[in-house]
């Protein structure tokens, strides 16, 4: 009898800034559950070596740069920043090189399922194939205290980017399942590892 593999179902895994994405995400992998981080990919792209980077500093020129040959993030920012025609080159120069590698990433997984972390899943829509979202929600003063301790960042600057992101309500109108992330990380960890298990026996991401 021969078996053939089954491809993994995907998990989209979101929240706002703050709620505790990466430290979920971080847990499951400890299961050996293979995660794509949308961030992460929207980072490898651009790095050196890639060929969009040598296609940025080509169009915008070698300002774009470091001295070593890495991104500039802010003067490419600054590039952009008051130049929608700019901005639009740039996103379709870069959005289908993410995608492409996000879903490389994903296609090369062997656990059970994976996940595809994505702060804003539910504000592109774009879901990449995902068969459940599971939301990692969390209340704004905690939202905000945590964010600004990890980035040191100033509660204006978190409440910006907070009316930028979908609301709780949005996030929760798409979700499969909640973790509400209120408590230690103890909490968090004991929360991922009953879905984990839950996961498990689910086939195609459906009970
Ligand atoms: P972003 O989208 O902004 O990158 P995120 O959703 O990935 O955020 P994390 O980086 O996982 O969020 O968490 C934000 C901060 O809060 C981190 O410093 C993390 O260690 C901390 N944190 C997360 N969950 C808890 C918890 N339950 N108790 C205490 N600290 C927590």
């Given amino acids: 009898m021969s078996h053939t593999p089954v491809a993994p179902w995907i998990l989209g895994l979101t929240g706002g800034i703050g709620s505790g994405k990466t430290a979920a995400a971080e847990r499951f992998a400890?299961?050996?559950?293979?995660?794509?981080?949308?961030?992460?990919?929207?980072?490898?792209?651009?790095?050196?070596?890639?060929?969009?980077?040598?296609?940025?500093?080509?169009?915008?020129?070698?300002?774009?740069?470091?001295?070593?040959?890495?991104?500039?993030?802010?003067?490419?920012?600054?590039?952009?920043?008051?130049?929608?025609?700019?901005?639009?080159?740039?996103?379709?120069?870069?959005h289908p090189l993410i995608g492409r590698a996000i879903e490389r990433s994903l296609a090369s997984a062997t656990s059970p399922y994976a996940i595809y972390a994505s702060p804003l899943l539910v504000e592109t829509g774009q879901r990449r194939g995902a068969q459940r979202v599971l939301v990692i929600d969390v209340p704004e003063a905690l939202q905000l205290a945590r964010a600004q301790q990890r980035d040191g960042a100033?509660?204006?600057?978190?409440?910006?980017?907070?009316?930028?992101?979908?609301?709780?309500?949005?996030?929760?109108?798409?979700?499969?399942?909640?973790?509400?992330?209120?408590?230690?990380?103890?909490?968090?960890?004991?929360?991922?590892?009953?879905?984990?298990?839950?996961?498990?026996?689910?086939?195609?991401?459906?009970?």
Avoid: K, M
Wanted: proline share 3%; glycine share 6%; hydrophobic share 50%.
């Fill in 30 to 94: 400890t299961f050996g559950i293979h995660v794509v981080d949308a961030d992460q990919a929207a980072r490898w792209v651009v790095e050196p070596g890639q060929p969009a980077l040598a296609q940025l500093a080509a169009h915008f020129g070698a300002g774009v740069l470091t001295p070593e040959g890495h991104l500039d993030r802010a003067a490419l920012r600054a590039r952009i920043f008051a130049d929608a025609g700019e901005r639009r080159w740039l996103e379709a120069l870069l």
């Fill in 154 to 207: 100033s509660e204006a600057q978190v409440r910006a980017i907070l009316a930028a992101q979908a609301s709780r309500a949005q996030r929760l109108a798409v979700a499969d399942d909640v973790i509400v992330n209120d408590r230690d990380l103890a909490w968090l960890h004991h929360e991922v590892d009953r879905l984990h298990a839950f996961y498990l026996s689910l086939a195609g991401g459906h009970s």
